[in-house]
């Protein structure tokens, strides 16, 4: 417990220091995303699938910078079609190698895309919405605040209250009286962010923090079903206590597109 609580301890500082302009703020989560990347790939290794890893991670970085490029530099969307012919090369990479399950290791690849790389690119295009092309920290750090605000909230109502299981198949521990504790939490945290960043209206942060209460509480239940599917406890050991970096940011994976879409119809 120690140790969890100084893992957690120092890497929050970390992460509350990459917010401190676009440039800290970019590099940290493209190097976070591409090592959460090479977790869910080493995680799908240990059931035999064996997804194209290095041409994964080029196209992962491609595509993070490429929205990076579009937000300081207004580069068109459509610069993103030049990854089209690295991400197709795995089905003729596929072909010269001696798989018996050839499309589960292609299907496996593009997951990873999905699941990983597309969600944190939404959640670093939350520091430019205001503005798209000036970097402000007031909508990534909320988004952080308000998801640590569910987490501590739900791990203290379910160790005092929790008896009804909320998803018990995939989350033994999970309860719904921590789900609205959790949302709770999260719902004074989203009031107390409005007073701080008065740019939204309080009823339109707490229809963001209930949106990452839910969608993240998801988030952590996928990440679950995909260990559980695996035989796996933890994503990685990168963080003592912690385990792995998809591990922390499960909630986030889910989230975070939905966030950016409520956000992005509400402004614009």
Known sequence: MKTRAITAFFFTLVMLGSLINGYAFTGFYLVLSIIALLEFYKLVKTSGIRPHRNIAVVAAAIIFLLTASYHYFQFEL???????????????????????????????TFVGFIYVTVPFCFFYSLGFLADFNQYNFHLPLAFLLLLWANDTGAYLFGVKWGKHRLFERHSPKKSWEG????????????????????????IVWAGMSILIVCFGTLGDLVESMLKRSLDAKDSGSFLPGHGGFLDRFDGLLIAAPVVYVYLYLILY
């Open 78 to 108: 459509k610069y993103l079609l030049l990854i089209v012919p690295l991400i197709f090369s795995v089905f003729i990479f596929e072909l010269y190698k001696k798989e018996k399950i050839p499309f589960a290791n292609i299907s496996y």
């Open 179 to 202: 789900f609205f504790g959790g949302m709770f939490t999260s719902l004074v945290v989203s009031y107390l962010i409005s007073l701080q960043f008065p740019e939204m209206k309080p």
